[in-house]
């Protein structure tokens, strides 16, 4: 009994084990997901998250218990022109108004004058369709929190920035 109380524990820790490693991997997805959406979705004139993108995803699994292994984007095609020219009423791509927003906290933080970008501020007055106003600091936050989730490091984030920032 002694052995079978330990190989039922064992068999419970591994189940735990890869029931975590599942809700891992959901998470990683889930965040990859709503990251692609920060980077891939605008405020339009019909729909406050409106995709602008297009993707080819693979989703891999392993053979057994048959579950995700991995997922691979390819084809990622992204409306190119809405970085320079956005319709009136419109926004760019969520992630651009979250580091526009971001680096302009910092500069009124560090008591420096507020930064603008020529990508963004064409929409500082465009609201929700519920006529609230986007908060581009919390979309930033949450933003970084997926980005950690699905795996990317600290350096590697600031990395994406800068460029973004160069844009």
Known sequence: TRDRTIRDHGARSALARNNTLHANKKA??????????????AKTSR??????????????????????????????????SRV????????NYHIMHYIASAESDACVAAGLPEKTFRCVSSATTVRKFDASAFDDASGFAELKG??????????????????????
Request: charged share 25%; aromatic share 12%.
């Open 84 to 91: 320079v020219c956005v319709p009136d009423g419109e926004r």
């Open 28 to 41: 990683q997805l889930e965040a990859v997901n709503d990251l692609l959406e920060a980077f891939g979705n």
């Open 47 to 80: 729909n406050d998250n409106s995709s602008r993108f297009g993707k080819y995803s693979q989703l891999y699994f392993s053979q057994t218990p048959y579950t995700v292994s991995g997922l691979k984007v390819d084809h990622y095609l992204l409306e190119r």
């Open 146 to 167: 997926k980005m950690h989730e699905a795996g990317f490091d600290e350096e590697l984030q600031a990395g994406i920035y800068s460029t973004i920032k160069g844009i």
